[in-house]
């Protein structure tokens, strides 16, 4: 489906994203987002990755330019307290599903800011995770995993890896993005069969990633 301009921007409004949000959640400049909504730019690639990004967080696109939300298991962590929310949320969703918590990250460090854990003392924090379930990270094959050593990485080609993290856990999908430069915004789609299609599609890079800690960085390099 080919998304118009105003749903585009009525898609937006009703996650109460940015054109700064959307494009750091489909890897585009901002200038593009706004060439998109000012219908100057109809490359059919560009309005997929679009369209993606959006279905990924539970918004559907009807005929007639209409735009819905997929279900009412919808919710936005942001603000100063978001980041503590979220990680309560992975606790207890766990805690009450079960399951396994995977993500794509861009590093350690970045998994342990997106929790509202900013130095050494919240690996503690972090390891509430891992004492509840198998946590599983795919990650960029630069990364050192040290940080966390009870997480499991891998690494995967860069370009595998979404710009902002991505979270799946118990019935749940999250996507996170920076608000106003300083805080995360975490979109949360409370969905099981969408958590384990994206669980599914995790686990399919994960049989190809390399595993972190048993490999040098620069064997890593090579086959990343």
Not at 3 to 29: C, F, G, H, P, Y
Not at 67 to 85: A, L, P, Q, W, Y
Not at 114 to 120: A, E, I, L, Q
Not at 133 to 142: F, I, N, Q
Request: with cysteine.
């Amino acid at each position: 489906m080919y998304l118009s301009a105003t749903q585009i921007k009525a898609a937006r409004a009703m996650v109460d994203w940015s054109q700064e949000d959307l494009a750091a959640a489909t890897n585009l400049s901002k200038a593009t987002i706004c060439k998109v909504e000012q219908g100057m730019f109809s490359r059919h690639e560009t309005n997929m990755i679009i369209c993606r990004a959006f279905t990924n967080i539970g918004i559907e696109f009807i005929e007639g330019e209409g735009v819905r939300r997929r279900n009412e298991d919808f919710g936005i962590f942001g603000g100063s307290t978001g980041c503590e929310k979220f990680f309560n949320d992975i606790l207890h969703s766990v805690k009450e599903k079960g399951g396994d918590i995977v993500c794509m990250i861009t590093s350690p460090e970045m998994m342990m800011l997106s929790c509202g854990m900013t130095n050494r003392d919240g690996v503690k924090q972090m390891e509430q995770l891992s004492a509840i379930a198998s946590v599983k990270c795919l990650v960029p094959g630069t990364c050192d995993p040290s940080l966390l050593p009870s997480f499991q990485f891998r690494a995967t080609p860069k370009l595998q890896i979404p710009p902002a993290p991505f979270y799946v856990y118990g019935n749940k999908c999250a996507f996170a993005v920076i608000d106003s430069g300083v805080d995360f915004k975490f979109m949360v789609v409370k969905d099981a069969g969408w958590a384990q299609v994206w669980r599914e599609r995790f686990y399919m890079l994960w049989e190809d990633a390399v595993p972190l800690a048993a490999q040098t960085q620069g064997d890593i390099k090579r086959r990343v």
